[in-house]
């Protein structure tokens, strides 16, 4: 079938960074700020790690958003029900500081913008354990805008995750495509390439691989945005 719709990851695809250093200023910043309401950072930290496996793990019951909440409250109980416009607040003026740790590839926009005009259907596929506003901000610094997408995946509006084969399912289906119709281009081996256990075509951007389990990785297309846009010239 041919190609009608191209999906994105985000960390690492369309906004260069090193995993583990975003990772570390977040969480550095998010606990600072509920350390001031009486939350020991690194009990918060861990809490927010096992609510995100919690997410990895969801079965399609409840949202995303509902199961993370869901394990925090067996945390803390309802006080941190009656904190969570803390963590609003968090998300709306201080996540954005994390930008400091990424970096900026203008010809991810570029690429975007180009697929955009050839008619494909866009899709952001990133691992829907961030609220709404962090994703938001997240696209910000690609330099694009939330309207570039049909659908950008957040974790209060699907109820699957990453590398579960039932999200890129879902997807397709929320953008009005079959699996066979989408080319997943993201940088994650685990989380990325699954997509096509569904029948998704794949691309492996390389420029901020991660292959945790050292996987190989020959059989994917694979490079650079420049060899991205090669490659799906040579599918159309």
């Not at 990424?102 to 991810?108: D, E, I, K, L, T």
């Not at 955009?116 to 899709?123: C, P, Q, S, V």
């Not at 096509?196 to 794949?202: I, L």
């Amino acid at each position: 079938m041919a190609i009608k719709a191209i999906l994105f990851d985000l960390d690492g695809t369309l906004v260069p960074m090193d995993q583990d250093v975003f990772v570390g200023d977040y969480f550095k910043r998010i606990s600072a700020k509920l350390a001031a309401a009486g939350y020991d950072p690194k009990q918060l930290v861990d809490t927010i790690w096992k609510g995100t496996y919690a997410m990895i793990k969801n079965n399609g019951e409840k949202s995303n958003e509902e199961v993370f909440w869901d394990y925090v409250v067996l945390v803390y109980g309802n006080k941190i029900l009656a904190d969570k416009p803390l963590f609003d607040e968090f998300y709306e003026s201080e996540f954005d500081k994390v930008k400091a740790v990424c970096g900026f590839n203008p010809q991810a926009r570029e690429t975007v913008y180009k697929l955009k005009e050839m008619g494909y259907k866009l899709a952001l596929a990133t691992n829907p354990i961030f609220p709404e506003r962090a994703t938001r901000w997240r696209i910000a610094w690609a330099g694009l805008e939330p309207t570039d997408f049909e659908l950008y995946t957040t974790y209060e509006n699907i109820n699957y995750c990453k590398p579960n084969p039932a999200y890129y399912i879902e997807v397709a289906a929320r953008i009005g495509v079959a699996p066979q119709e989408c080319l997943m281009v993201g940088n994650d081996v685990g989380d990325d390439m699954v997509a096509e256990s569904v029948g998704m075509k794949v691309f492996l951007l390389t420029d901020c691989l991660i292959n945790s389990k050292h996987e190989d990785i020959s059989a994917y297309p694979s490079g650079s945005f420049t060899e991205l846009m090669k490659h799906i010239e040579n599918m159309a």
